[in-house]
């Protein structure tokens, strides 16, 4: 195939087929056994300085909270982030000084809350660096051809664009239409975050809604850790095995850790909580307000349940249930704008 | 036309202008702001069989308020699927998608959209989310309409960075690159009016102003220039009806206004 094209974004988390098969082969148990650890555990023990990170769910949306301020804590550095739809996620990332940096799809921005003060001021200074920009469907491409274990999937997106110029993405003439066609390279993330509704022991979870780009970045990752709203039975999987979307031979930890998603939303038991994403709107405008947010809720707190009574306990996770669930409306700070 | 209104914010107007040129029957991927409310709207009045796509899985719902992000729960409250992304897209590029709706921070005569940087993208002045579906929405969908804001700075000679393709060069680059045949951009809304491309030339072109708004106006707020035709239509405001469905999709104000 004639190479049309070459983008000049850096490669990430690019692996030859056959190295990452046998480091599956070697690194991967496929013991059904008890994975149950707590986040301290499991950030300890998977996430290293340097790696190349994912988290699931949508930027916003059922992100693995209780993991990203444990990375937080545990003062992780120098890590790359895949920003496939990042937003709260990588901001906090960003803003603790852990991800310097980060493959585009989207990143930087709130959705309709705006831009991402912490974020923004890191990359527009130079603290954290874009090595190559992609689209939400190139990223999620990334994530098939790793879980297919394939070195690239072909795609008809991003094409002419600087997008693809700035990506790690090629162009060549598709052999047999005779057109143009952009390869998209596989992406093997050193470790995937998750927070779902039920996991059982050994990780096999599920998720309720749409699974956005879990089911492929689970399966392409080399780590995964879980962190769930509820422990449940095995046999609770088996009853019904067609909602597993997340088996639990490519899961390495299981933590429970009920309203782990928060301030994310978390389909059908809690909304964003938008109060508390505005304080962090509001205080990561400045690095001396970044240093009191992280004082207050990560490093004031010993854990994560004492960061949910200091948020708001019992009374906010009621009203954030009768939010989702249309009962009340929402409130939030940047309405008033 | 009966029941119009004179009052009316911007960012009504054009929900109204977008919503109708949605077709009953026919898909539409959509973007958040403006492009979901537009398209909530349309469901609402003359496209009850408008198919709303989004990005992260969410096909057909029926949420009675506007979602906040393209992939909270909003967007799979009854639907007919909560799927994935790779679902949505896969669908899109196989040509499921008539429509495709998107907001946009610069865009030049082509039609090509920026929303990645102002300024160099190794060091950039400023820095904007990048693609996120964007660049997805205008590379897969057939037609792509663009709402945005309109003056100088953002109707451009020259975007930035290219990060979701119009017509790229002119006729015929689109599909030179690569990108499915017969699909473009096809409509800009914006606070002055409505603009299609030039067949033959696949240049921007004014297609309605806003009532009250003149073609003055219109080229004063470009830096390159609009094909201006010798009939240009007016478009009509809002009326009571979609006022009233409006406030009901966006009861907080969060994307239309109060």
């Known amino acids: 195939m004639d190479v049309l094209l070459e983008g000049e974004?850096?490669?990430?988390?690019?692996?030859?087929?056959?190295e990452n098969r046998k480091w599956i082969l070697e690194n991967k148990s496929r013991e059904l056994c008890d994975k149950r650890m707590s986040v301290k555990e499991a950030v300890a023990k998977f996430v290293h300085d340097g790696d190349y990170i994912a988290f699931g769910g949508f930027g916003h949306i059922r992100v693995a909270m209780a993991l990203v301020y444990e990375i937080v804590r545990q003062g992780k550095r120098n890590l790359a982030m895949a920003g496939k739809t990042a937003v709260h996620d990588v901001d906090v990332l960003i803003g603790g000084g852990c991800v310097n940096r980060i493959e585009v799809a989207y990143a930087f921005g709130h959705e309709l809350r705006g831009l991402s003060p912490a974020g923004r001021r890191a990359v527009e200074t130079g603290q954290c660096k874009v090595v190559a920009e992609?689209?939400?469907?190139g990223y999620q491409w990334r994530f098939l051809a790793?879980?297919?274990?394939?070195?690239?999937?072909?795609?008809?997106?991003?094409?002419?664009?600087?997008?693809?110029?700035?990506?790690?993405?090629?162009?060549?003439?598709?052999?047999?239409?005779?057109?143009?066609?952009?390869?998209?390279?596989?992406?093997?993330?050193?470790?995937?975050?998750?927070?779902v509704p039920r996991c059982d022991m050994y990780g096999n979870a599920q998720i309720d809604g749409i699974l956005v780009e879990d089911f492929e970045l689970a399966r392409a990752a080399r780590r995964v850790i879980i962190t769930t709203e509820e422990i449940v039975d095995n046999e609770v999987i088996r009853a019904e095995p067609y909602r597993t979307s997340i088996p639990f031979f490519v899961a390495d930890a299981?933590?429970?850790?009920?309203?782990?998603?928060?301030?994310?939303?978390?389909?059908?038991?809690?909304?964003?909580?938008?109060?508390?994403?505005?304080?962090?709107?509001?205080?990561?405008?400045?690095?001396?307000?970044?240093?009191?947010?992280?004082?207050?809720?990560?490093?004031?707190?010993?854990?994560?349940?004492?960061?949910?009574?200091?948020?708001?306990?019992?009374?906010?996770?009621?009203?954030?249930?009768?939010?989702e669930q249309f009962r009340e409306p929402m409130k939030a700070p940047w309405l008033k704008k | 036309m009966a029941n119009q209104v004179t009052q009316y914010n911007p960012r009504e107007l054009e929900a109204c202008v977008a919503s109708k040129m949605l077709e009953d029957k026919k898909s539409v991927f959509v973007g958040?702001?403006?492009?979901?409310?537009?398209?909530?709207?349309?469901?609402?009045?003359?496209?009850?069989?408008?198919?709303?796509?989004?990005?992260?899985?969410?096909?057909?719902?029926?949420?009675?308020?506007?979602?906040?992000?393209?992939?909270?729960s909003r967007t799979f409250y009854r639907a007919v699927a909560a799927s994935s992304m790779h679902d949505a897209m896969s669908l899109t590029q196989a040509g499921y998608l008539d429509?495709?709706?998107?907001?946009?921070?610069?865009?030049?005569?082509?039609?090509?959209?920026?929303?990645?940087?102002?300024?160099?993208?190794?060091?950039p002045k400023v820095r904007?989310?990048?693609?996120?579906?964007?660049?997805?929405?205008?590379?897969?969908?057939?037609?792509?309409?663009?709402?945005?804001?309109?003056?100088?700075?953002?109707?451009?000679?020259?975007?930035?960075?290219?990060?979701t393709p119009g017509y790229l060069d002119g006729p015929g680059a689109r599909e030179r690159a690569g990108l499915p045949e017969?699909?473009?951009?096809?409509?800009?809304?914006?606070?002055?009016?409505?603009?299609?491309?030039?067949?033959e030339t696949k240049m921007m072109k004014l297609l309605a102003v806003h009532p009250g708004v003149t073609i003055d106006e219109v080229r004063e707020n470009s830096a390159f220039e609009i094909i201006i035709p010798d009939e240009v239509e007016t478009t009509d405001p809002p009326t009571e009806e979609e006022l009233r469905l409006l406030h009901e999709i966006d009861p907080t104000g969060m994307s239309i206004g109060k």
């Not at chain 2, 809304?189 to 030039?198: A, P, R, S």
């Open chain 1, 9 to 18: 974004g850096e490669l990430l988390g690019w692996h030859d087929p056959d």
């Open chain 1, 134 to 137: 992609i689209s939400n469907a």
């Open chain 1, 146 to 195: 790793g879980m297919m274990g394939v070195p690239f999937v072909s795609s008809r997106n991003m094409l002419g664009t600087d997008t693809l110029k700035k990506s790690a993405c090629k162009v060549v003439k598709d052999p047999w239409s005779g057109k143009p066609v952009c390869l998209i390279p596989a992406a093997y993330p050193d470790v995937a975050m998750f927070h």
């Open chain 1, 254 to 323: 299981v933590c429970e850790v009920p309203y782990g998603a928060h301030p994310t939303e978390m389909p059908y038991l809690y909304f964003f909580d938008e109060e508390h994403i505005g304080e962090w709107l509001q205080l990561s405008r400045t690095p001396e307000g970044t240093k009191e947010y992280f004082d207050k809720y990560v490093f004031g707190v010993k854990d994560f349940e004492e960061y949910l009574e200091l948020v708001g306990g019992i009374r906010k996770f009621n009203y954030l249930k009768r939010v």
């Open chain 2, 32 to 72: 958040t702001g403006l492009p979901m409310i537009a398209s909530m709207l349309a469901g609402r009045t003359h496209a009850p069989g408008l198919l709303i796509i989004f990005e992260a899985g969410g096909m057909g719902p029926q949420s009675p308020v506007l979602p906040i992000s393209v992939g909270d």
């Open chain 2, 99 to 123: 429509y495709g709706f998107l907001g946009a921070a610069q865009i030049d005569r082509y039609g090509n959209i920026n929303t990645t940087i102002i300024g160099d993208w190794e060091k």
């Open chain 2, 128 to 163: 904007f989310p990048g693609s996120g579906g964007a660049n997805d929405v205008g590379s897969l969908c057939q037609r792509t309409i663009i709402i945005m804001g309109q003056d100088k700075r953002r109707f451009v000679e020259k975007v930035d960075f290219i990060t």
């Open chain 2, 182 to 199: 017969g699909s473009g951009p096809y409509r800009v809304i914006t606070q002055l009016g409505v603009y299609g491309f030039d067949e």
